[in-house]
């Protein structure tokens, strides 16, 4: 009994250690590149927030520091996080609740061992809303951050006369 369940749990992190080794061979430069081809384009994903909070889920963050820990081996990659609010509220309350979003999945993000360099931050309050006036459902829509990675731009040099 004790064999069938040691090969189970060998089998078991055998697949995990392959599917990693996978996460990393996607994110890693080929020979001669700058960036992975995975990152030569924008991914994005959303986290979606509870009315008035700012509180991250441990399953969030335990994803979250995942994803940090897959870009600490892709150098060029940067992270962009946009944070947002419903419209209920003040302008300026709402605005502070979205940064407070960003600024919690930033952290998770450095937690992860991400350097903080790497993220940018922007809170947009209820801005971009785009639910009709009392649709709470549609509210639940505004209720996010959007985490979007791509490459970091190359520098470009101003010329001045």
């Known amino acids: ?11 078991s992190l055998t697949a995990q250690l392959a599917d990693s080794e996978r996460r ?7 020979a001669g590149g700058s960036i992975a081809p995975a ?16 509180t991250v889920g441990a399953d969030t963050t335990d994803r979250l520091i995942e994803l940090a820990q897959v870009l ?3 150098p060029e990659a940067v992270v962009q996080i946009d944070g947002y609010a ?3 509220g003040t302008k300026e309350e ?4 979205s940064e407070q979003r960003a600024e ?7 937690a992860g061992g991400l350097e903080a360099d790497r993220i940018l931050v922007r809170p947009h309050g209820e801005h971009a809303t785009v639910s009709a006036r009392g649709d709470v459902d549609g509210y639940a829509l505004e209720r996010r951050v959007v985490i979007t990675i791509g490459a970091k731009q190359p520098a470009v040099a ?4």
């Not at 009994?1 to 089998?11: D, H, I, K, R």
């Not at 919690?104 to 450095?110: C, K, Q, S, Y």
């Not at 101003?158 to 006369?161: G, L, N, S």
Request: glycine share 4%; hydrophobic share 45%.
């Open 39 to 54: 990152l030569q384009r924008s991914l994005r994903g959303e986290i979606m927030f509870r009315t008035n909070d700012s």
């Open 72 to 74: 600490a081996v892709a």
């Open 24 to 30: 990393i061979a996607l994110l890693q430069a080929p």
């Open 86 to 88: 419903d419209p209920r």
């Open 158 to 161: 101003e010329v001045t006369d």
């Open 1 to 11: 009994t004790q064999l069938s369940e040691s090969q189970g749990s060998v089998a």
């Open 94 to 97: 709402n605005l502070v609740l």
């Open 104 to 110: 919690a999945v930033r952290a998770a993000l450095i």
